[in-house]
């Protein structure tokens, strides 16, 4: 059985990019001494021992349940706007919590990533039954392999046994979406296939990741309620792409010529 995740919050800081400008501003706990026991957006996810950071989303903001995750106990905030001091709470701004979260997501299990051969999958329609593709080849090359995709989250485990968690979303919460990784790592997957879905990547969810091949399948008129437009829609799908330079310059591949016009 996994042994429960324990982290220093200073451990969790000094992983986050110096363009989110982290600063504590309010220390009435142990500070960056003290110990996280998990990290949440969810205030009704909050307890002692965990940090909450707050999420501007479309919907509502996180900032608006600040007192519902005290009242339960959080020890740290994260936060972009400054609440004021906090019993008991130790609150750090950032400049873009969204972002803030993957990085301290990833950073809580250990960015495992980093141990994976991560195959990016983007695009309006196609995703699925190319990520299926991939996954295939992968096993039948003798891979252990692991997917994040709309149809569900699975791999096998070291002895086998096929793994499978239902998929709310496409591509999960960072938190999730860190765990899941971490798991699949213990249990010797090494390569994960994922699709990434445009609402993900303009939210921040895969802060904290880069991958080793990004597929780009296709642009078509979906989603412009979320993007506004074509323009913004490309440029969330795009998101992804550099990272591949980042980390080991595998090439992209696009059946789209308006991707080629950028």
């Given at each position: 059985?996994?042994?429960?995740?324990?982290?220093?919050?200073d451990?969790?800081?000094?992983?986050?990019?110096v363009?989110?400008?982290?600063?504590?501003?309010?220390?009435?706990?142990?500070?960056?001494?003290g110990?996280?026991?998990?990290?949440?957006?969810?205030?009704?996810?909050?307890?002692?021992?965990?940090?909450?950071?707050?999420?501007k989303?479309?919907?509502?903001?996180?900032?608006?349940?600040?007192?519902?995750?005290?009242?339960?106990?959080?020890?740290?905030?994260?936060?972009?706007?400054d609440?004021?001091p906090?019993?008991?709470?130790?609150?750090?701004?950032?400049?873009?919590?969204?972002?803030?979260?993957?990085?301290?997501?990833?950073?809580?299990?250990?960015?495992?990533?980093?141990?994976?051969?991560?195959?990016?999958?983007?695009?309006?329609?196609?995703?699925?039954?190319?990520?299926?593709?991939?996954?295939?080849?992968?096993?039948?090359?003798?891979?252990?392999?692991?997917?994040?995709?709309?149809?569900?989250?699975?791999y096998?485990?070291?002895?086998?046994?096929?793994v499978?968690?239902?998929?709310?979303?496409?591509?999960?919460?960072?938190?999730?979406?860190?765990?899941l990784?971490?798991?699949m790592?213990?249990?010797?997957?090494?390569?994960?296939?994922?699709?990434?879905?445009?609402?993900?990547?303009?939210?921040?969810?895969?802060?904290?990741?880069?991958?080793d091949?990004?597929?780009?399948?296709?642009?078509?008129?979906?989603?412009?309620?979320f993007?506004?437009s074509?323009?913004?829609y490309?440029?969330?799908?795009?998101?992804?792409?550099?990272?591949?330079?980042?980390?080991?310059?595998?090439?992209?591949?696009?059946?789209?010529?308006?991707?080629?016009?950028?």
């Amino acid at each position: 059985m996994t042994s429960p995740v324990v982290k220093g919050l200073d451990e969790l800081l000094e992983c986050l990019p110096v363009e989110l400008a982290a600063e504590i501003l309010h220390d009435d706990y142990d500070g960056a001494a003290g110990k996280c026991t998990g990290i949440t957006c969810d205030s009704r996810e909050a307890g002692p021992g965990r940090l909450f950071v707050a999420i501007k989303g479309a919907l509502a903001d996180g900032h608006d349940f600040i007192s519902q995750a005290v009242a339960q106990g959080i020890c740290w905030l994260v936060v972009e706007n400054d609440p004021g001091p906090l019993p008991g709470v130790t609150v750090v701004k950032v400049n873009n919590t969204a972002e803030a979260l993957g990085w301290l997501s990833a950073a809580f299990y250990d960015f495992p990533a980093q141990l994976l051969t991560l195959v990016g999958l983007t695009g309006t329609n196609g995703k699925t039954t190319v990520s299926w593709m991939i996954e295939q080849m992968l096993i039948s090359a003798g891979y252990q392999v692991g997917v994040i995709g709309t149809v569900n989250y699975r791999y096998q485990d070291g002895s086998g046994r096929e793994v499978i968690e239902p998929a709310p979303l496409t591509t999960p919460g960072p938190v999730q979406l860190q765990r899941l990784l971490r798991q699949m790592v213990d249990q010797g997957v090494t390569h994960v296939v994922m699709e990434t879905s445009s609402h993900a990547l303009e939210l921040g969810r895969l802060a904290g990741l880069l991958f080793d091949v990004a597929l780009f399948t296709n642009l078509s008129r979906d989603h412009l309620d979320f993007h506004g437009s074509m323009e913004g829609y490309f440029f969330a799908k795009s998101c992804s792409l550099p990272a591949i330079s980042r980390k080991r310059g595998r090439p992209w591949l696009s059946q789209s010529p308006a991707v080629w016009r950028q």
